[in-house]
Protein backbone atom coordinates (compact mmCIF):
# COMPACT_ATOMS: atom_id res chain seq x y z
CA UNK A 1 0.00 0.00 0.00
CA UNK A 2 1.27 3.29 -1.15
CA UNK A 3 -1.50 5.49 0.67
CA UNK A 4 -2.61 6.41 -2.99
CA UNK A 5 -5.89 5.67 -4.30
CA UNK A 6 -4.83 2.69 -6.50
CA UNK A 7 -3.30 0.70 -3.32
CA UNK A 8 -6.65 2.07 -1.63
CA UNK A 9 -9.20 1.17 -3.90
CA UNK A 10 -7.12 -2.69 -4.41
CA UNK A 11 -7.81 -2.90 -0.55
CA UNK A 12 -11.60 -1.70 -0.68
CA UNK A 13 -12.18 -4.17 -3.31
CA UNK A 14 -11.20 -7.42 -2.07
CA UNK A 15 -12.57 -6.38 1.04
CA UNK A 16 -15.72 -6.22 -0.44
CA UNK A 17 -14.79 -9.26 -2.35
CA UNK A 18 -14.56 -10.85 1.00
CA UNK A 19 -10.75 -11.45 1.35
CA UNK A 20 -8.83 -11.53 4.60
CA UNK A 21 -6.35 -8.36 4.00
CA UNK A 22 -3.24 -7.53 5.73
CA UNK A 23 -1.33 -4.15 4.81
CA UNK A 24 2.44 -3.45 3.52
CA UNK A 25 3.81 -0.57 3.26
CA UNK A 26 7.83 -0.62 2.50
CA UNK A 27 10.02 1.80 3.41
CA UNK A 28 12.89 1.46 1.04
CA UNK A 29 14.83 4.68 1.89
CA UNK A 30 15.79 7.68 3.58
CA UNK A 31 13.41 10.39 2.43
CA UNK A 32 14.66 13.55 1.92
CA UNK A 33 11.62 15.32 4.28
CA UNK A 34 13.21 14.49 7.10
CA UNK A 35 16.38 16.44 6.53
CA UNK A 36 14.06 19.01 5.88
CA UNK A 37 15.67 19.54 2.90
CA UNK A 38 12.48 20.14 0.95
CA UNK A 39 9.42 18.66 0.33
CA UNK A 40 8.96 15.14 -1.61
CA UNK A 41 6.62 13.54 -3.29
CA UNK A 42 6.99 9.29 -3.77
CA UNK A 43 5.73 5.90 -2.59
CA UNK A 44 7.94 5.00 0.16
CA UNK A 45 7.89 8.61 2.16
CA UNK A 46 7.13 9.04 5.32
CA UNK A 47 3.98 10.68 5.16
CA UNK A 48 2.48 8.00 2.42
CA UNK A 49 3.46 5.37 4.54
CA UNK A 50 1.13 7.18 7.13
CA UNK A 51 -1.53 7.45 4.94
CA UNK A 52 -1.61 3.54 4.08
CA UNK A 53 -1.68 2.45 7.60
CA UNK A 54 -4.11 5.55 8.53
CA UNK A 55 -6.54 4.05 5.03
CA UNK A 56 -6.10 0.42 6.15
CA UNK A 57 -7.53 1.14 9.63
CA UNK A 58 -10.47 3.02 8.24
CA UNK A 59 -11.12 0.14 6.16
CA UNK A 60 -10.32 -2.64 8.76
CA UNK A 61 -7.15 -4.39 8.53
CA UNK A 62 -3.96 -5.13 9.85
CA UNK A 63 -1.04 -2.86 8.43
CA UNK A 64 2.51 -3.51 9.02
CA UNK A 65 5.45 -1.34 7.70
CA UNK A 66 8.70 -3.33 6.35
CA UNK A 67 12.23 -1.48 6.36
CA UNK A 68 13.93 -2.79 3.12
CA UNK A 69 15.89 0.00 3.16
CA UNK A 70 19.52 -2.19 2.65
CA UNK A 71 17.98 -4.06 0.22
CA UNK A 72 16.64 -1.76 -1.56
CA UNK A 73 19.99 0.21 -1.80
CA UNK A 74 21.80 -2.89 -2.56
CA UNK A 75 19.18 -3.69 -5.61
CA UNK A 76 17.77 -0.73 -6.72
CA UNK A 77 19.93 2.35 -6.18
CA UNK A 78 23.68 0.75 -6.17
CA UNK A 79 22.44 -0.08 -9.97
CA UNK A 80 20.84 3.26 -10.88
CA UNK A 81 24.51 4.65 -9.81
CA UNK A 82 26.26 2.38 -11.48
CA UNK A 83 24.47 1.90 -14.84
CA UNK A 84 24.69 5.98 -14.76
CA UNK A 85 28.35 5.97 -14.39
CA UNK A 86 28.50 3.34 -17.09
CA UNK A 87 27.05 5.61 -19.61
CA UNK A 88 23.41 3.94 -19.64
CA UNK A 89 20.05 5.06 -18.82
CA UNK A 90 18.24 2.72 -16.03
CA UNK A 91 14.95 2.43 -15.55
CA UNK A 92 15.04 1.50 -11.32
CA UNK A 93 11.08 0.71 -11.45
CA UNK A 94 11.94 -2.85 -12.73
CA UNK A 95 14.22 -4.02 -10.64
CA UNK A 96 12.01 -2.92 -7.61
CA UNK A 97 9.23 -4.84 -9.05
CA UNK A 98 11.37 -7.84 -9.40
CA UNK A 99 13.00 -7.65 -6.48
CA UNK A 100 11.27 -5.76 -4.26
CA UNK A 101 7.50 -5.15 -4.89
CA UNK A 102 7.43 -9.04 -5.29
CA UNK A 103 10.49 -10.49 -4.19
CA UNK A 104 10.89 -8.92 -0.39
CA UNK A 105 6.93 -9.11 -0.49
CA UNK A 106 6.28 -12.55 -1.60
CA UNK A 107 8.69 -13.79 1.30
CA UNK A 108 6.79 -11.57 3.68
CA UNK A 109 3.04 -12.77 2.75
CA UNK A 110 4.61 -16.31 3.05
CA UNK A 111 5.84 -15.55 6.86
CA UNK A 112 1.98 -14.04 7.68
CA UNK A 113 0.29 -17.47 5.65
CA UNK A 114 -0.99 -15.04 2.75
CA UNK A 115 -2.58 -16.98 -0.69
CA UNK A 116 -1.85 -14.03 -2.71
CA UNK A 117 -0.40 -10.55 -2.68
CA UNK A 118 -2.29 -7.55 -4.60
CA UNK A 119 -1.17 -4.28 -5.91
CA UNK A 120 -2.40 -1.14 -7.41
CA UNK A 121 -0.72 -2.17 -10.89
CA UNK A 122 -2.63 -1.47 -13.88
CA UNK A 123 -2.01 -4.87 -15.88
CA UNK A 124 -4.26 -8.59 -16.65
CA UNK A 125 -2.53 -11.95 -15.99
CA UNK A 126 -4.12 -14.67 -18.46
CA UNK A 127 -3.18 -18.35 -18.71
CA UNK A 128 -2.11 -19.65 -21.88
CA UNK A 129 -0.52 -23.01 -22.65
CA UNK A 130 0.70 -24.02 -19.48
CA UNK A 131 2.34 -20.36 -19.23
CA UNK A 132 0.73 -17.54 -17.09
CA UNK A 133 1.28 -14.00 -19.03
CA UNK A 134 0.60 -10.68 -18.47
CA UNK A 135 -1.24 -8.83 -20.88
CA UNK A 136 -2.37 -4.72 -21.36
CA UNK A 137 -4.93 -2.92 -18.64
CA UNK A 138 -8.17 -2.00 -19.85
CA UNK A 139 -6.81 1.73 -19.49
CA UNK A 140 -3.83 1.53 -22.08
CA UNK A 141 -2.69 5.53 -20.88
CA UNK A 142 -2.38 3.59 -17.49
CA UNK A 143 -1.24 -0.08 -18.45
CA UNK A 144 2.08 -0.80 -16.56
CA UNK A 145 3.16 -4.42 -18.25
CA UNK A 146 6.07 -2.70 -19.46
CA UNK A 147 7.78 -2.27 -15.52
CA UNK A 148 6.77 -6.01 -14.96
CA UNK A 149 8.49 -7.94 -17.57
CA UNK A 150 11.00 -9.75 -15.17
CA UNK A 151 8.09 -11.11 -12.63
CA UNK A 152 8.43 -14.89 -13.20
CA UNK A 153 5.73 -17.65 -13.04
CA UNK A 154 6.21 -18.25 -9.28
CA UNK A 155 5.18 -14.57 -8.91
CA UNK A 156 2.27 -14.33 -11.74
CA UNK A 157 1.11 -17.53 -9.69
CA UNK A 158 0.69 -15.77 -6.51
CA UNK A 159 -0.41 -12.24 -7.94
CA UNK A 160 -3.54 -9.90 -8.15
CA UNK A 161 -4.41 -7.23 -10.30
CA UNK A 162 -7.52 -5.76 -9.46
CA UNK A 163 -7.61 -2.60 -11.57
CA UNK A 164 -6.40 -4.38 -14.29
CA UNK A 165 -10.12 -4.05 -15.89
CA UNK A 166 -10.43 -0.10 -14.68
CA UNK A 167 -9.49 2.85 -15.94
CA UNK A 168 -8.24 5.77 -13.44
CA UNK A 169 -11.10 7.86 -13.79
CA UNK A 170 -13.40 4.65 -12.35
CA UNK A 171 -10.74 4.32 -9.83
CA UNK A 172 -10.85 8.25 -8.47
CA UNK A 173 -14.52 7.90 -8.62
CA UNK A 174 -14.84 4.80 -6.67
CA UNK A 175 -12.96 5.93 -3.95
CA UNK A 176 -15.01 9.29 -3.87
CA UNK A 177 -18.16 7.26 -3.03
CA UNK A 178 -16.42 4.97 -0.59
CA UNK A 179 -15.20 8.44 1.44
CA UNK A 180 -11.64 8.52 0.23
CA UNK A 181 -12.16 12.05 -1.42
CA UNK A 182 -8.65 13.22 -0.36
CA UNK A 183 -7.23 10.57 -1.38
CA UNK A 184 -8.89 10.55 -4.72
CA UNK A 185 -7.68 13.69 -5.65
CA UNK A 186 -4.09 13.46 -4.98
CA UNK A 187 -1.86 14.49 -7.61
CA UNK A 188 -0.04 11.57 -8.45
CA UNK A 189 3.85 11.59 -8.72
CA UNK A 190 5.89 10.33 -12.02
CA UNK A 191 9.48 10.92 -10.28
CA UNK A 192 11.71 7.93 -9.25
CA UNK A 193 10.64 8.44 -5.09
CA UNK A 194 14.22 8.33 -4.32
CA UNK A 195 15.24 10.68 -6.04
CA UNK A 196 14.37 14.36 -5.06
CA UNK A 197 12.59 16.62 -7.35
CA UNK A 198 13.27 14.26 -10.70
CA UNK A 199 16.84 15.51 -10.32
CA UNK A 200 18.93 12.26 -10.85
CA UNK A 201 22.29 15.04 -12.06
CA UNK A 202 21.98 16.31 -8.42
CA UNK A 203 21.21 13.03 -7.04
CA UNK A 204 24.51 11.35 -8.78
CA UNK A 205 26.65 14.34 -7.46
CA UNK A 206 26.00 14.00 -3.91
CA UNK A 207 26.34 9.88 -3.80
CA UNK A 208 29.86 9.37 -6.36
CA UNK A 209 32.63 10.60 -5.17
CA UNK A 210 34.53 12.99 -7.92
CA UNK A 211 31.64 13.02 -9.97
CA UNK A 212 32.24 15.96 -12.01
CA UNK A 213 34.76 15.51 -15.01
CA UNK A 214 34.63 17.29 -18.10
CA UNK A 215 34.97 16.01 -21.71
CA UNK A 216 34.64 16.24 -25.01
CA UNK A 217 31.32 17.12 -27.32
CA UNK A 218 32.25 15.21 -30.85
CA UNK A 219 30.07 14.80 -33.85
CA UNK A 220 29.42 11.63 -35.90
CA UNK A 221 32.86 11.67 -37.62
CA UNK A 222 34.66 12.52 -34.36
CA UNK A 223 35.19 16.11 -34.78
CA UNK A 224 35.53 17.80 -30.96
CA UNK A 225 33.14 20.80 -31.20
CA UNK A 226 33.09 21.46 -27.78
CA UNK A 227 33.54 20.68 -23.77
CA UNK A 228 31.03 18.64 -21.78
CA UNK A 229 30.39 18.20 -18.01
CA UNK A 230 30.97 14.71 -17.65
CA UNK A 231 29.18 11.57 -19.75
CA UNK A 232 27.10 10.79 -17.12
CA UNK A 233 24.94 14.32 -17.34
CA UNK A 234 23.64 13.07 -20.35
CA UNK A 235 20.94 10.34 -21.90
CA UNK A 236 20.43 9.37 -25.38
CA UNK A 237 18.50 11.48 -27.24
CA UNK A 238 18.94 14.60 -25.08
CA UNK A 239 18.40 18.06 -26.73
CA UNK A 240 17.82 20.48 -24.39
CA UNK A 241 20.78 21.50 -21.36
CA UNK A 242 23.23 20.52 -23.85
CA UNK A 243 24.77 24.01 -23.36
CA UNK A 244 26.59 24.09 -26.49
CA UNK A 245 25.04 25.79 -29.83
CA UNK A 246 26.15 23.96 -33.27
CA UNK A 247 23.58 26.17 -36.04
CA UNK A 248 20.90 23.25 -35.95
CA UNK A 249 19.07 21.08 -33.41
CA UNK A 250 21.58 18.96 -31.74
CA UNK A 251 20.96 15.39 -30.15
CA UNK A 252 22.90 12.98 -28.35
CA UNK A 253 23.66 10.19 -30.38
CA UNK A 254 25.93 8.15 -28.35
CA UNK A 255 27.56 8.14 -24.87
CA UNK A 256 31.12 6.56 -24.79
CA UNK A 257 32.02 6.05 -20.95
CA UNK A 258 35.50 4.70 -21.38
CA UNK A 259 36.65 7.56 -23.65
CA UNK A 260 34.49 10.30 -21.59
CA UNK A 261 32.51 11.39 -25.01
CA UNK A 262 29.40 12.32 -25.76
CA UNK A 263 28.11 12.56 -29.54
CA UNK A 264 25.92 15.05 -31.17
CA UNK A 265 24.12 14.60 -34.00
CA UNK A 266 20.87 15.29 -35.83
CA UNK A 267 17.26 13.72 -34.89
CA UNK A 268 17.72 11.50 -38.17
CA UNK A 269 20.94 9.96 -36.37
CA UNK A 270 18.41 8.48 -33.36
CA UNK A 271 16.91 6.22 -35.71
CA UNK A 272 17.96 2.52 -35.74
CA UNK A 273 16.51 -0.85 -37.46
CA UNK A 274 18.01 -3.24 -34.57
CA UNK A 275 19.17 -3.70 -31.20
CA UNK A 276 21.12 -6.16 -28.77
CA UNK A 277 19.32 -7.16 -25.56
CA UNK A 278 21.22 -9.08 -22.68
CA UNK A 279 19.77 -10.18 -19.55
CA UNK A 280 17.14 -11.31 -21.23
CA UNK A 281 13.73 -13.58 -20.12
CA UNK A 282 11.74 -15.31 -22.53
CA UNK A 283 8.40 -16.94 -20.95
CA UNK A 284 8.48 -19.64 -24.12
CA UNK A 285 11.23 -19.89 -26.75
CA UNK A 286 9.20 -22.21 -28.63
CA UNK A 287 6.48 -19.65 -29.43
CA UNK A 288 9.18 -18.10 -31.51
CA UNK A 289 10.61 -20.79 -33.25
CA UNK A 290 7.98 -20.92 -36.01
CA UNK A 291 6.78 -17.31 -35.86
CA UNK A 292 9.67 -15.22 -34.48
CA UNK A 293 7.42 -11.87 -35.06
CA UNK A 294 6.90 -9.66 -32.06
CA UNK A 295 5.61 -6.31 -30.96
CA UNK A 296 8.09 -4.81 -29.05
CA UNK A 297 8.45 -1.47 -26.84
CA UNK A 298 11.37 -0.35 -26.00
CA UNK A 299 10.22 2.50 -23.56
CA UNK A 300 7.37 2.80 -21.31
CA UNK A 301 5.76 5.57 -23.44
CA UNK A 302 6.76 4.52 -26.84
CA UNK A 303 4.21 2.48 -29.47
CA UNK A 304 5.15 -0.90 -29.93
CA UNK A 305 6.87 -1.82 -33.43
CA UNK A 306 6.93 -4.83 -35.24
CA UNK A 307 10.26 -6.82 -35.03
CA UNK A 308 11.92 -10.00 -35.19
CA UNK A 309 13.84 -11.54 -32.97
CA UNK A 310 17.21 -13.39 -33.59
CA UNK A 311 17.70 -15.41 -30.52
CA UNK A 312 21.87 -14.89 -30.19
CA UNK A 313 21.51 -17.01 -26.77
CA UNK A 314 19.28 -17.68 -23.88
CA UNK A 315 19.69 -14.19 -22.27
CA UNK A 316 20.72 -11.98 -25.37
CA UNK A 317 18.50 -11.14 -28.80
CA UNK A 318 19.02 -9.13 -31.66
CA UNK A 319 15.76 -7.32 -32.27
CA UNK A 320 15.26 -6.43 -36.36
CA UNK A 321 12.52 -3.58 -36.36
CA UNK A 322 10.02 -3.38 -39.97
CA UNK A 323 10.33 0.46 -39.20
CA UNK A 324 13.44 2.16 -37.87
CA UNK A 325 12.52 3.22 -34.24
CA UNK A 326 13.87 6.29 -32.11
CA UNK A 327 16.18 7.31 -29.33
CA UNK A 328 17.23 3.18 -28.65
CA UNK A 329 18.68 3.77 -25.15
CA UNK A 330 21.05 1.51 -22.97
CA UNK A 331 20.17 0.27 -20.00
CA UNK A 332 16.28 1.11 -20.87
CA UNK A 333 14.19 -1.93 -21.14
CA UNK A 334 12.72 -3.67 -24.33
CA UNK A 335 9.62 -5.69 -24.04
CA UNK A 336 8.36 -8.17 -26.00
CA UNK A 337 4.11 -8.68 -27.04
CA UNK A 338 3.37 -11.16 -28.87
CA UNK A 339 -0.83 -11.52 -29.26
CA UNK A 340 -1.27 -8.84 -26.51
CA UNK A 341 0.66 -11.03 -24.17
CA UNK A 342 4.24 -10.19 -22.65
CA UNK A 343 6.31 -13.19 -23.74
CA UNK A 344 9.37 -11.42 -22.92
CA UNK A 345 12.20 -8.89 -22.25
CA UNK A 346 15.38 -7.84 -21.90
CA UNK A 347 18.02 -5.11 -21.07
CA UNK A 348 19.60 -2.99 -23.94
CA UNK A 349 22.62 -3.33 -24.72
CA UNK A 350 23.20 -1.41 -27.66
Keep these: MSGGVDSTVVALLLKREGYDLVGVTFRTYDSIKESCLAKEKGCCTIESIMEAKHTAEKIGFEHHILDLRDTFQQCVIHNFIDEYMHGRTP ?3 VLCNEHIKWGELIRFADDLQCDYIATGHYAQIVPRQNFLYLTNATDNHKDQTYFLWRLNQQQ ?43 DYRTFLRSNVPNYDHKGHFILQDGTVVGEHLGFQNYTIGQRKGLGIALGFPAYVTHINAETNEVTLGHNEDLFRTSLIATRCSIRDWNWLQDDPTVMARIRYRSTPTEAK ?37 GFIEK
Design 309 to 345: VEKINETTICLHFATPVWGVTPGQSVVLYKDNLVIGG
Design 156 to 198: LERTLFPLGAWTKNNVKEYATQAGFTFTAQKKESQEICFVPQN
Design 91 to 93: NPC
